[in-house]
């Protein structure tokens, strides 16, 4: 059984930071990637940013220069770092990981339950 479970959302005026944080636990053999999608109430969820074990990063157009994420693969981390935060942020949070379980399994998708966060103008 896998488990996600994310912390750091909260209500925050425009302009200002928060840092998300993701936890993943359970029996793991390898996580491929980790990310963070949002979902704003009305609209679908999209992807705000994921970093591969390699490292390597890719971030939603509406975030880049403002949002940065970051992972301890060891630990199972995943972090997401925001600053001068906007209105249009706000939105639930959810961490994702992609992950094998064995050493001979496929790849799977776990999500976590969300975080709100909530920006003010």
């Known amino acids: 059984q896998v488990q996600l479970v994310e912390s750091g959302g909260g209500l925050v005026q425009a302009g200002g930071s928060l840092r998300l944080s993701c936890s993943a636990s359970?029996?793991?053999?390898?996580?491929?990637?980790m990310g963070w999608y949002r979902q704003a109430p009305g609209k679908q969820r999209e992807l705000v940013a994921t970093?591969?074990?390699?490292?390597?990063?890719n971030y939603a157009d509406s975030v880049k220069g403002r949002f940065t994420i970051f992972a301890d693969n060891a630990k199972k981390l995943v972090y997401l770092q925001m600053i001068n935060l906007k209105p249009e942020d706000t939105a639930v949070y959810y961490c994702?990981?992609?992950?094998?379980?064995?050493?001979?399994?496929?790849?799977?998708?776990?999500w976590g339950q969300g975080t709100q966060v909530t920006v003010s103008s």
């Open positions: 359970g029996s793991i053999f390898t996580i491929n990637a």
């Open positions: 994702k990981t992609t992950l094998r379980l064995h050493w001979n399994s496929g790849t799977n998708d776990y």
């Open positions: 970093v591969t074990s390699g490292g390597a990063t």
